[in-house]
């Protein structure tokens, strides 16, 4: 059994397709990602994949198998990572993450708390999606990050940092932006944008307010993360619920409405992996509560 085909397994695994997987993300034939699949399942003994209407879909084996093999290549790159660490010569460096849009609330004052300790230290921004943030945190790539708690994310500690509200996304002109509030039956009758699986626990926190609330919505169409979810509330007039930072990246064409009642919330954690023995880290985790006070006091 070769990497690559750990690589193939969870690229097909990921896409639910072997024609998306073999396109986007591996640039190889669909004939021979088959037969590298095929070479996998009869190296194992065991189907991993299973054709259906709908594309493709793990077998129990394959579930079991899919873990493993995510575990198995993050070690590998780790391994590389830290290799190419130990090769270079040290440094007073800090990298920082974000979920992208919360570097504009928290980072004057991780910058201020950092700087106080450490004026000379070369400082490192990273904005991405929040699993992606968790894999870095993994990799060691990342010291600390601003995210979601991540499920599947051996070895890191998740501090809770503060709850934030999730707020009705509509297009300027649309029927809701008139309303002081939003009902969820207003959402229920409305074209509905909903995260992906690039956004596990926004998703998670939706489907549990929809649940509550005793609504189904009509999900038409799917956004991987805020910017794309704002660009399809206007193309198609739909809406959609965001956290409240979103409105730091708020189109001109949209606009934001409170829900009634009792909102939905979302955790925002601060993240960091437990094998990670930097003397920057631990200084600026000391300091993580003066952090959100500061924050908040600012709000």
């Known amino acids: 059994m070769e990497l690559r085909?750990?690589?193939?397994?969870?690229?097909?695994?990921?896409?639910?397709s072997l024609t998306l997987a073999a396109e986007r993300r591996l640039h190889t034939?669909?004939?021979?990602?088959?037969?590298?699949?095929?070479d996998l399942e009869l190296e194992v003994g065991a189907k991993l994949?299973?054709?259906?209407?709908?594309g493709i879909e793990l077998t129990a084996a394959g579930k079991v198998f899919l873990d493993h093999a995510r575990l198995a290549l993050l070690q590998v790159e780790t391994?590389?990572?830290?290799?190419?660490?130990?090769?270079?010569?040290?440094?007073?460096?800090?990298?920082?993450?974000?979920l992208t849009g919360h570097e504009v609330v928290w980072l004057?004052?991780?910058?201020?708390?950092?700087?106080?300790?450490?004026?000379?230290?070369?400082?490192?921004?990273?904005?991405?999606?929040?699993?992606e943030?968790?894999?870095?945190?993994?990799?060691?790539?990342?010291?600390?990050?601003?995210?979601r708690r991540e499920e599947r994310a051996p070895g890191l500690i998740f501090k809770f940092l503060v709850k934030e509200p999730l707020i009705v996304v509509v297009p300027v002109g649309?029927?809701?932006a008139a309303?002081?509030?939003?009902?969820?039956?207003?959402?229920?009758?409305?074209?509905f944008i909903a995260p992906t699986k690039a956004a596990p626990a926004l998703k998670t926190v939706i489907d549990a307010y929809a649940a509550k609330a005793g609504i189904a919505f009509k999900t038409e169409y799917e956004a991987e993360n805020v910017s794309v979810a704002m660009s399809l509330v206007v193309s198609t007039g739909g809406v959609t619920l965001l956290p409240l930072y979103a409105r730091n990246l708020l189109s001109p064409l949209v606009v934001t409405r409170p829900l009634q009642g009792e909102p939905p919330t979302i955790d925002l954690m601060m993240g960091y992996s437990k094998a990670n023995t930097s003397p920057l880290l631990k200084s600026f985790l000391a300091r993580a509560d003066e952090l959100v006070a500061r924050v908040s006091g600012r709000s």
């Open 174 to 176: 649309h029927r809701l």
């Open 49 to 54: 994949l299973a054709r259906n209407s709908r």
């Open 79 to 98: 391994a590389g990572e830290a290799a190419r660490r130990a090769a270079q010569p040290p440094k007073s460096s800090f990298v920082l993450g974000f």
């Open 108 to 131: 004057p004052e991780v910058l201020r708390l950092l700087r106080q300790d450490r004026p000379d230290i070369e400082i490192t921004l990273s904005s991405q999606q929040s699993p």
């Open 179 to 191: 309303r002081k509030t939003v009902t969820p039956r207003d959402l229920a009758s409305e074209k």
């Open 29 to 38: 034939a669909q004939p021979s990602l088959s037969r590298q699949i095929r």
């Open 5 to 16: 085909h750990l690589r193939y397994f969870v690229a097909v695994a990921e896409e639910g």
């Open 133 to 147: 943030l968790a894999g870095a945190l993994m990799r060691g790539t990342v010291d600390v990050a601003f995210l």
